[in-house]
């Protein structure tokens, strides 16, 4: 068995990036729903097998984060989930949290549930096949009311360390999601500025907590201003040299990987973005980390649209757009991709 040291290396190798396909049953639901298909354990079986079964690994995915239905779930032939992502290469990972709650005394802010089972239920992923997990933890920006606040701050941060060590100490990979939350219409200097001191933090408790920094990744938002924010949207080389500032002044260059999510940019935006960052850090060469993608939404929407025209007829066409979603990705990690 690889070390947690070798398998956050190997998620974080040099051109490979994460693909998110662990919505809970609900958040799948909505897209299914929205793109008119019934939210059915069958559908949402069916709509992952277009993922695992595509060339993800040869498109540049290192691993996938499922959900605990999909952990368990197989094929149309028979094989299951795990070994049709093992058998190219893509390290399975689950998402271990149990969603948010609203967090006592912090209107407005949450915090994230599932730690009480946590060392129980890795057991069983690890004894499934999974090599690494995800938690995440979700704030809000909104400077005028004061949040994120210093409360929901730490204690999201305390969470998400001590997931952290009950995780490696189950001989799993953490991946590390503070997410800081698009919506609202703050400016990329507020979203940096929380950005910072939600991560800083974050790193703070890791370190307290006796975290193997080597082996756990770190999963942020890009710094872009809320969605809401009235002014245009920022260049790709705004948006890298922010990010990387803030990534600098907060990351350790013991950890191998920052993985972004795509936190509601489009497919486009996302992977140009991620293009910008690695151009100016090869530039720049000053990168201790690899910087790469954990894409929920920008590795999915456009195989979504296209499998709700045509369903059982275009599987294979929609496999070909998931592992083509992937290469750009994987473009975009080398800071090679040309649109
Ligand atoms: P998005 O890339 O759609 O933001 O999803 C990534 C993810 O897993 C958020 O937890």
Known sequence: MASLEETAAALAAPGKGLLASDESTGTIGKRLEKAGIENTAENRRAYRELFY????????????????????????????????????????????????????GCPGETSTRGLDTLAAACAEYKAAGARFTKWRSALAVNPAAGLP?????????????????????????????????????????????????????????????????EGVLLKPQMIIPGADHPGPKPAPEEVAEATLRTMRRCVPAALPGIMFLSGGQTEEEATVNLNAINQLAQQQGRAPWSLSFSFGRSLQASVLRLWSEGREGNAGECRQMAAALAAANSAAVLGRYVG
């Open 53 to 104: 079964t595509a060339d993800i690994g040869t498109a540049g995915v290192s691993g996938a984060i499922l959900f605990r239905e999909t952990l368990f779930q197989s094929a149309a032939d028979g094989t299951s989930f795990v070994d049709c992502l093992l058998r190219q290469g893509v390290l399975p990972g689950i998402k271990v949290d149990e969603g948010l709650v609203p967090l006592e």
């Open 149 to 213: 606040s210093d409360r929901a701050v730490e204690i999201n941060a305390e969470q998400l360390a001590q997931q952290a060590a009950v995780i490696q100490a189950a001989g799993l990979v953490p991946i590390v999601e503070p997410e800081l939350l698009i919506d609202g219409s703050h400016d990329a200097a507020a979203f940096a500025a929380a950005s910072e001191r939600v991560i800083s933090r974050c790193v703070a408790q890791l370190w307290q907590k006796n975290v193997l920094l």
